[in-house]
DNA sequence: CCTTTGTAATACGATTTCGTAGTAATTTGT
DNA sequence: ACAAATTACTACGAAATCGTATTACAAAGG
């Protein structure tokens, strides 16, 4: 039990920081770069709002994120042709390649956490992963401190 | 599977923001900032350097981060008698009465999952957890890039 | 001793993140 | 149809993180 808050502690400033592999993988870019790109890749074109919501970042982190990107030649944004406020943002070519390498190189990980279990251990995992996920996202006992700035929450499902 | 890989994207960024309670936490005091207390609280009086190891931070980090707590009052940092060259970080008052506080709210959130998991599910869920974080941690298929900067990596042990 | 090497920490500057305020386009209510 | 509210995003400035350089002390070798 311990050894939860210790996971906890270790993990708040750089989290991840424990795999070997991202690590190298943010020698060239930020962790913010790696998901947003991944996110296209995975989930195709989107605008600015639905990429802050699926970071869990604030929509003006996601602006810096995303000019960021385009400066590098990553990603592009085109003014959608429905509403000419959101913006829809794609990969380019040399994004999608570098998405994808880095998929590759996520898959290998997780090949490894699939040959270390045994598939019985790894469906218990990932059940209790998002079971615990759900325990501490449900509220807790209220507490009411009206706040200035409703803290952004990161929603997982399924 | 590929809810691991969300979860991987989701919590890039901004780490536990999926729960709940750290949210309110985070209102006051930055992450990192609490996560520091905390560890001031559990392991006792710690060096710069043991700090910055602890947290799997930059020892500039680390001292950015004191600073800020020792300007508002939560710790306090004094020359060791043997080696003047290192610090020792104490809490303050007024930083373990924030910090037990915290430590509340997380036995709290711990006792949540407690309630919600059996305790064959909790121990199979530890077990699986640091399993999983060992995995991770392993070198994978060498990929010899000579880097400027040896990354740092947390190590997750027990 | 006193130079050399090593270690603990801070200083500084660059980059990243993010809160607040503003702008522009769309929707709603009457 | 048009003022008011809402939505999507960007601008800007403040704070946080972190790499590199520097300072201060300690230990080792001659």
Redesign the pocket.
């Known amino acids: 039990m311990q050894q939860l808050y210790d996971l906890f502690l270790k993990t708040g400033?750089?989290p991840f920081a424990f795999m070997t592999d991202t690590l190298q993988l943010e020698q060239k870019v930020?962790?913010?770069?790696l998901s947003t790109l991944l996110i296209l890749l995975f989930r195709g074109d989107q605008?600015?709002?639905?990429l802050?919501s699926e970071m869990g970042?604030?929509?003006?982190?996601?602006?810096?994120?995303?000019?960021?990107l385009e400066r590098k030649g990553l990603i592009a944004?085109a003014i959608?042709a429905?509403?000419?406020?959101?913006?829809?943002v794609t990969l380019t070519q040399e994004g999608r390649r570098l998405a994808k390498e880095w998929e590759h190189i996520m898959q290998e990980m997780l090949g490894r956490l699939e040959s270390a279990f045994t598939p019985e251990e790894l469906d218990e995992f990932t059940r209790l992963l998002l079971k615990a996920a759900k325990v501490f996202q449900s509220e807790g006992p209220v507490r009411q401190d009206v706040k200035?700035?409703a803290?952004?929450k990161i929603n997982i499902e399924e």
């Open positions: 400033l750089r930020t962790r913010s770069d605008t600015m709002s639905e802050a970042a604030p929509l003006s982190s996601m602006t810096s994120i995303a000019s960021r944004r959608s429905q509403d000419q406020r959101v913006r829809l200035k700035t803290a952004r």
